[in-house]
């Protein structure tokens, strides 16, 4: 079955490090893959989506993502982290023939100073 | 400015009272949808329109009615709402296209309580 997951509920990191948000998906197709930001009562801000002109994409805030064909991957990383970036993160996932989009289960972010 | 908006931003209400969320974008989206998000589960789609007068079931629509009346309208109905309905809702329109590329635009929230 096509599914999209996303390790780890919970991701903390220190202000500065690396941010590393995983996301693999499960079909035989590449799909069109999303990521979605959302900040406490907010909702959902697209972060950068994957069009198939390069396999590194560069979104907003300093985030980026590498699609990886090989490991169904397409996970989410930042330099250096700061404050602001603690919030939720979704990973979706759009099939290929579909409209729907289909989410992981998010990962929360915490930075600690 | 373009957005998706819905109203209201919170309710709190008790079982069986019947309740509508609306939900309107200005962008002239075909593709609408409803979504619940609830802790570690992420969002789940309760249902969706393609256009005016075309509607479908997503993962979760038990509870659940949506109409389109129109193109930027899409409330959503719980006729009589049960406490397992406490939850974030989300709505979001795109466009439709040959192209899969097309982002979802999001509202703000509603958060149901149902007591």
């Known amino acids: 079955a096509q599914s999209v997951t996303q390790l780890g509920s919970h991701v903390s990191v220190s202000e500065g490090a690396l941010v590393l948000l995983r996301c693999n998906y499960s079909s035989s197709v590449p799909p069109y893959l999303f990521w979605y930001v959302q900040y406490p009562n907010q909702g959902l801000q697209l972060l950068l989506k994957?069009?198939?002109?390069?396999?590194l994409v560069k979104g907003i805030n300093g985030f980026e993502a590498e699609f990886k064909k090989s490991e169904t991957s397409f996970h989410l990383t930042k330099p250096s982290a700061h404050m602001s970036d603690a919030a939720e993160y979704f990973c979706a996932v759009r099939f290929q023939g579909a409209q729907k989009l289909v989410f992981g289960q998010g990962t929360r972010l915490t930075i600690n100073p | 400015e373009a957005q998706v908006t819905q109203n209201p931003r919170y309710l709190i209400t008790v079982t069986g009272k019947k309740l509508t969320v609306t939900c309107s974008q200005n962008m002239n989206h075909e593709y609408m949808s409803w979504y619940r998000q609830d802790p570690g589960l992420g969002l789940r789609q309760i249902y969706y329109s393609m256009n005016v007068e075309v509607t479908d079931k997503g993962d979760v629509p038990e509870g659940y009615k949506v109409s389109r009346k129109e193109k930027r309208n899409f409330p959503l109905i719980l006729e009589s709402p049960s406490p397992n309905q406490t939850s974030l809702y989300f709505c979001?329109?795109?466009?439709?296209?040959?192209?899969?590329?097309?982002?979802?635009?999001f509202g703000p929230g509603t958060r149901l309580t149902v007591l």
């Open positions: 979001a329109s795109s466009l439709i296209g040959t192209s899969g590329y097309n982002e979802q635009f």
């Open positions: 994957y069009t198939s002109a390069a396999t």
